[in-house]
């Protein structure tokens, strides 16, 4: 190997193996925006921004930013050949209705039965949810990536403290440590980053954490 | 419709108003509508819209001179003034998710009461709301919302009222366009009747009541 990558390379890079060909997918702010720049070569695959756009592309060169084009936090995207673009109601439509195939988002936390909590501390930050609670109750598939430990304190935690943004557990959290899934409602190790241990992936996760016998670690 | 110029329209808006607003984080937001709000110094709104935006910029602006009384939206974290007003307590806020809160604006303007979504089932979002079992799935009821006035963005207009939009400045804008007794419309272009071809026509003609002159 010999190449370094930081954390939200690390994680970006293995979210993006779990592109399929096809998939109409939205990536929430934050780390998962990185992975449309990992798309697996020769797979082609529908990204939403929920502001009313399927295919949007790369972030436009300066200067060939367009004003009305813009993704869910504002900034300027472009839109491939091929795009189109709907009002709100449409775009939750897609969302709640089971059409989007996969989102990827952030997380403050997620418990050991795989619930998450990404969207305020109480007293502290209270954002609003913005369209998250729709994403995680109606996406086929819920993929988080975040950074294992925050402030010295594992996020994968026993049970969530935060307000939960859905009662739907998500399928998938990837974290710059591991991949951990939740198959019959219990966390489950399934992958290790390069140069990570098993022991060190359990001595940074507060939830009871299954660890089969043998340990892949990630194909990055 | 009746054209009129941005003064006579936001002369109509009484103090204490509801209304909804067009646009996401600024995008498809009619911005000349707002100055005039900040202008002429409305106050005590209820707004209703997807975000605060930023200040300085769409919403941001009434936010920015305290203009709004009470806010229903589902993000403001991109706005610390918005933030600041609503822990101080001088801006009610009621935060909703997004989808939800496209359905019951939709509903508004579709005659329905309201609609039963599974977003929010099992969070804070549930408190004080029915909750109704429908084939072994558990859904919560949002009611439906309308307001006083919708402010709503368009690319093109024409004189009849038709409307069309742009890229990613469609947004709310179409279904706020069905839930407003009074609808008062900016254009980028305001175009001759025709020029927008029918199949082209996202919000028809007689649902606009004011179209504002451009220039």
Not at chain 1, 127 to 138: E, F, I, R, W
Not at chain 2, 96 to 124: K, M, W
Request: hydrophobic letters at 45%; aromatic letters at 4%.
């Amino acid at each position: 190997m010999g190449e370094i990558m930081d954390a939200q390379t690390i994680i970006a890079r293995r979210v993006a193996l779990e592109l399929r060909q096809g998939m109409l997918v939205n990536l929430g702010i934050g780390i998962p925006t990185l992975i449309a720049n990992y798309v697996p070569e020769g797979l082609h695959v529908f990204f939403q921004s929920e502001n009313g756009l399927i295919g949007t592309g790369p972030i436009p060169e300066q200067g060939l930013e367009h004003p009305l084009l813009t993704d869910a936090g504002g900034r300027p995207i472009s839109a491939l050949p091929g795009a189109c673009t709907f009002d709100s109601a449409t775009s939750f439509g897609l969302i709640r209705g089971g059409h989007v195939d996969m989102t990827v988002l952030g997380g403050l936390q997620v418990d050991g039965e795989g619930h998450l909590a990404n969207w305020m501390i109480p007293g502290k930050m209270v954002p609003g949810m913005g369209g998250a609670m729709d994403l995680v109750t109606g996406a086929r598939r819920v993929v988080v990536a975040m950074q294992h430990v925050a402030k010295g304190k594992s996020k994968i935690v026993k049970k969530c403290t935060l307000p939960l943004t859905s009662a739907r557990v998500i399928d998938l959290v990837v974290t710059e440590m591991a991949v951990i899934g939740f198959p019959g409602g219990r966390a489950t190790l399934i992958e290790t980053a390069p140069g990570v241990s098993v022991a060190d992936v359990v001595s940074n996760t507060e939830a009871e954490l299954i660890v089969p016998a043998a340990v892949p670690a990630m194909a990055i | 419709m009746k054209v009129v110029s941005v003064e006579h329209a936001v002369a109509m808006i009484p103090d204490g108003a509801s209304i909804m607003i067009g646009g996401f984080m600024g995008v498809g937001a009619p911005e000349r509508l707002l100055d005039e709000l900040a202008r002429q110094g409305k106050s005590g709104l209820t707004v209703i819209a997807n975000d605060a935006c930023l200040p300085g910029k769409g919403i941001g602006k009434l936010v920015d001179s305290a203009q709004i009384a009470r806010l229903t939206a589902s993000h403001i974290g991109l706005n610390p003034i918005a933030q600041q007003q609503m822990m101080a307590e001088k801006m009610a806020v009621d935060l909703v998710p997004q989808g939800t809160l496209a359905e019951r604006i939709r509903a508004g303007g579709c005659g329905l009461g309201g609609v039963l979504t599974p977003t929010g089932v099992g969070t804070v979002v549930e408190a004080g709301k029915r909750k109704i079992d429908l084939d072994g799935k558990s859904y919560l009821l949002e009611t439906a919302l309308r307001a006083d006035f919708a402010l709503i963005h368009s690319f093109l207009a024409d004189y009849q009222g038709n409307l069309s939009y742009a890229l990613t400045a469609r947004n709310f804008n179409p279904v706020m366009a069905m839930a407003a007794d009074t609808v008062i419309v900016t254009a980028e272009n305001i175009v001759p009747v025709g020029v927008i071809a029918p199949d082209h026509v996202v919000t028809p003609g007689p649902l606009v009541d004011y179209l504002v002159a451009n220039g």
